[in-house]
């Protein structure tokens, strides 16, 4: 009986033996994460940090929004090493990229170049001749879509002893920059695009004396007609009319070096309430010569005793309104809504 009984137990345990080896493995928590978690890592996008140095900036032309730009282009892999290599483009860049390698790459973890280029960037007319300009760089891989390679912002800086655009201030308080994602027509292909920017104003004062200076200077001579006699009417009108004439070339002249907007810049709604004034000038001289006349002396007196206040500080009210209203309130509101 002990034989029989040690001879089902071994068979048992056989049989245990033989089904357990064929069993599915189950693999425990923890090992199951850890596998999931290289495979997910096998797969995931190199991300590289981009960085700018700004050395200069010249040959800024806001009639086609160019300009030329010198500066150090920087990647550094967020997860050394990497598994893939960069094959950056710059985009924005209009005729081909000049780029020298700096000789301090370490391969799959930094990469640095100096690149010089023509560039075309972001300009708005809206606040023209105090308008502003967006200074960008934007770069996508040529070759690695955005599940291989990703671009994101580190930082853009400039040179402090190179970089001077002249007639132009840095305010850095606006750069950035941001990663976005581009498809070329098929949806399941997408590629990482960075932009980076520099944020450029104009010198208020250097724009203020060479343009709007000089129109209010011809209007303050126009205003000189109020402090004639009331009886030089002939001489009066020439003034006005002189002044009209020189106001409009003036404007004509200052719109020469902007392109064609669908909308009107600064200094179009600063001019056409200058029109309104030189022109309500010009029916004041018409009416006070057509009263000295008819002999209405009285008359003529009267309306050149109401107008040569009135209408001079009508122009003051007019021009307050629209540097507060049309420009200072609302470049504000734009900072703001940058920065936010």
Same mark, same amino acid.
């Given at each position: 009986?002990?034989?029989?009984?040690?001879? @089902?137990?071994?068979?048992?345990?056989?049989?245990?033996?033989?089904?357990?080896?064929?069993?599915?493995?189950?693999?425990?928590?923890?090992?199951? @994460?850890?596998?999931?978690?290289? @495979?997910?890592?096998?797969?995931?996008?190199?991300?590289?940090?981009?960085?700018?140095?700004?050395?200069?900036?010249?040959?800024?032309?806001?009639?086609?929004?160019?300009?030329?730009?010198?500066?150090?282009?920087?990647?550094?892999?967020?997860?050394?090493?990497?598994?893939?290599?960069?094959?950056? +483009?710059?985009?924005?860049?209009?005729?081909? /990229?000049?780029?020298?390698?700096?000789?301090?790459?370490?391969?799959?973890?930094?990469? #640095?170049?100096? &690149?010089?280029?023509?560039?075309?960037?972001?300009?708005?007319?809206?606040?023209?001749?105090?308008?502003?300009?967006?200074?960008?760089?934007?770069?996508?891989?040529?070759?690695?879509?955005?599940?291989?390679?990703?671009?994101?912002?580190?930082?853009?800086?400039?040179?402090?002893? !190179?970089?001077?655009?002249?007639?132009?201030?840095?305010?850095?308080?606006?750069?950035?920059?941001?990663?976005?994602?581009?498809?070329?027509?098929?949806? +399941?292909?997408?590629?990482?695009?960075?932009?980076?920017?520099?944020? !450029?104003?104009?010198?208020?004062?250097?724009?203020?004396?060479?343009?709007?200076?000089?129109?209010? &200077?011809?209007?303050?001579?126009?205003?000189?007609?109020?402090?004639?006699?009331?009886?030089?009417?002939? #001489?009066?009108?020439?003034?006005?009319?002189?002044?009209?004439?020189?106001?409009?070339?003036?404007?004509?002249?200052?719109?020469?070096?902007?392109?064609?907007?669908?909308?009107?810049?600064?200094? +179009?709604?600063?001019?056409?309430?200058?029109?309104?004034?030189?022109?309500?000038?010009?029916?004041?001289?018409?009416?006070?010569?057509?009263?000295?006349?008819?002999?209405?002396?009285?008359?003529?007196?009267?309306? @050149?005793?109401?107008?040569?206040? !009135?209408?001079? /500080?009508?122009?003051?009210?007019?021009?307050?309104?629209?540097?507060?209203?049309?420009?200072?309130?609302?470049?504000?509101?734009?900072?703001?809504?940058?920065?936010?």
């Amino acid at each position: 009986m002990k034989k029989i009984f040690a001879y @089902h137990l071994i068979f048992l345990f056989a049989v245990i033996f033989v089904l357990s080896a064929f069993a599915p493995m189950r693999i425990a928590p923890k090992e199951q @994460h850890a596998r999931l978690a290289r @495979h997910t890592a096998q797969i995931s996008a190199d991300v590289y940090n981009v960085q700018v140095i700004v050395l200069n900036l010249f040959d800024i032309d806001l009639n086609a929004g160019t300009y030329s730009m010198d500066f150090y282009l920087m990647f550094s892999c967020a997860d050394s090493p990497c598994e893939r290599e960069p094959k950056w +483009d710059v985009l924005n860049s209009t005729s081909g /990229l000049d780029v020298q390698d700096q000789g301090t790459s370490i391969p799959f973890t930094y990469y #640095e170049y100096r &690149v010089k280029a023509d560039m075309i960037g972001r300009v708005d007319y809206t606040y023209y001749p105090f308008d502003y300009l967006y200074v960008d760089v934007y770069i996508e891989d040529k070759e690695y879509s955005s599940d291989e390679i990703s671009y994101e912002y580190s930082s853009i800086i400039v040179d402090p002893y !190179l970089f001077n655009p002249a007639g132009w201030f840095h305010n850095k308080n606006y750069d950035g920059g941001t990663t976005y994602v581009i498809e070329y027509g098929d949806p +399941d292909i997408t590629f990482d695009r960075l932009n980076l920017w520099l944020f !450029l104003e104009r010198d208020w004062f250097g724009a203020f004396m060479k343009t709007v200076f000089a129109a209010i &200077v011809i209007v303050m001579i126009g205003m000189l007609s109020y402090l004639m006699k009331t009886n030089a009417t002939t #001489e009066r009108l020439a003034l006005v009319s002189s002044t009209l004439v020189a106001i409009v070339l003036y404007h004509i002249s200052l719109v020469a070096g902007v392109p064609a907007t669908g909308y009107l810049t600064f200094i +179009d709604k600063f001019m056409i309430w200058t029109y309104l004034i030189v022109f309500l000038s010009l029916v004041v001289s018409v009416m006070m010569m057509v009263l000295v006349n008819e002999k209405k002396q009285e008359k003529a007196e009267r309306l @050149h005793a109401q107008t040569r206040w !009135l209408v001079p /500080l009508l122009w003051i009210a007019i021009m307050a309104y629209v540097f507060i209203f049309e420009l200072i309130i609302p470049y504000k509101q734009l900072l703001t809504s940058i920065s936010a």
